[in-house]
């Protein structure tokens, strides 16, 4: 079985979206039919968002933690615990490509690292213009990038174990999962194939991460 996972804090405006995405993708052709499981973890949410979870046929879990670590943490537990043998995770403001767990599994890696695109500028207001020039002229979206984006990773159940699974960090638990992957040898397919469509939008529900990252790229340069 496949599992995926996503973490969401209330996300009511574009869980939808994510996961209809999500479904489409787990009915790819070249994936033979394989079962895939997806759950949410619904981490402390106050909004709809579980209401408009519970209109698909996936697996919700609340968790009181405000902690994205811990909520893919439990997430890949759960995925596990039901004979996942690959595990892939994006986030719930992002919409991932019908051939994202296609393009992942076709790699024949242990761990897949793929990239974002952002949907949109236009959260940015005046900023909008130089906060995309400033991030595409330091993002790599191509073949061999060394980016690292919990909305779009997937990597074998063993491998996932081997290292330990996720730490409880409100922000950089996938990048801390994968230095210790590369650390214990483990074949990283550094690739732009499974592709993501993620927010734009300079605030999410984490003080840093891609939002702070695109946030900052906005501001004026005061040098």
Do not use: K
């Not at 996961?19 to 973890?41: F, I, N, T």
């Not at 209401?51 to 943490?73: E, Q, S, T, Y």
């Not at 959260?123 to 330091?138: D, L, M, N």
């Amino acid at each position: 079985m496949i599992g995926i996972c996503i973490p969401a804090h209330n996300e009511e405006a574009l869980i939808a979206a994510c996961l209809h995405s999500v479904a489409v993708a787990a009915q790819h052709p070249d994936l033979a039919a394989e079962a895939v499981q997806v759950v949410v973890m619904l981490d402390s949410c106050s909004d709809g968002t579980a209401a408009i979870v519970a209109r698909w046929p996936f697996v919700a879990l609340a968790i009181d933690a405000h902690n994205v670590g811990r909520a893919r943490a439990a997430g890949a537990r759960h995925l596990l615990q039901h004979q996942a043998r690959w595990l892939a995770f994006t986030d719930a403001d992002t919409c991932v490509a019908p051939d994202w767990l296609a393009a992942q599994l076709s790699l024949g890696a242990d761990v897949v690292c793929g990239t974002v695109e952002v949907d949109s500028w236009d959260a940015h207001g005046c900023h909008a213009q130089a906060a995309r020039s400033q991030f595409e002229s330091s993002y790599q979206d191509r073949d061999g990038h060394r980016h690292v984006h919990g909305a779009n990773l997937g990597l074998s159940a063993r491998s996932y174990q081997q290292a330990g699974g996720f730490d409880a960090m409100e922000c950089g638990e996938d990048q801390a999962l994968v230095d210790r992957l590369a650390a214990l040898g483990a074949q990283i397919a550094w690739s732009a194939s499974p592709r993501v469509l993620t927010s734009g939008r300079p605030f999410s529900r984490v003080e840093h991460g891609f939002a702070g990252a695109i946030r900052q790229a906005s501001q004026p340069d005061m040098h």
